[in-house]
C-alpha cells in the first residue's frame, strides 16, 4: 500500500499562481504512474495530469494545457503541480493519485485505473 499526502493548497487571486506537493511513502516503485485529479463543489471528479515516473512521460487535460506542469522528484518520492494562471474554474479538491503501471507509454487518465489516493488538498481562486 502507499501513502500519499497532498500538501499547498491554499486560497489565490486569480491570475496566480500555486504549487502542489505530494509525498508517496511505503510501497513505491519507478514503475509507477502518479496523477493529479480535481473535484469542485458539485461536479465529478476530473482528471488532470499525469507522469509516469520511470520515463517522465506526461499526460494534462486538454482544460489546463499550457497552465499547469507536472513534475516528478523521484528521489524524495514527490510529484508537484505547478499551477498557474489559475481561475475561478480552477477552484476545488485536488487529489493526488498512484498506480502500478507500465515501463513504457504514457500514465492512465482514468480515475478507475488508480489504486491509491491522498486525502486532497484544497485550492480555491477568488476572481
Known amino acids: 500500500q502507499v501513502q500519499l499526502v497532498e500538501s499547498g493548497g491554499g486560497l489565490v487571486q486569480a491570475g496566480g499562481s500555486l504549487r502542489l506537493s505530494c509525498v508517496a511513502s511505503g510501497r513505491t516503485y519507478s514503475n509507477f504512474d502518479m496523477a493529479w485529479f480535481r473535484q469542485a463543489p458539485g461536479k465529478e471528479r476530473e482528471f488532470v495530469a499525469a507522469?509516469?515516473?520511470?520515463?517522465?512521460?506526461?499526460n494534462y487535460a486538454d482544460s489546463v494545457k499550457g497552465r499547469f506542469t507536472i513534475s516528478r522528484d523521484n528521489a524524495k518520492n514527490t510529484v508537484y503541480l505547478q499551477m498557474s494562471s489559475l481561475n475561478a474554474e480552477d477552484t476545488a479538491v485536488y487529489y493526488c493519485a498512484a498506480r502500478t503501471g507500465y515501463i513504457i507509454g504514457y500514465p492512465a487518465t482514468l480515475q478507475s485505473h488508480y489504486t491509491d489516493w491522498g486525502q486532497g488538498t484544497q485550492v480555491t481562486v477568488s476572481s
Open positions: 507522469i509516469k515516473l520511470s520515463s517522465g512521460n506526461l
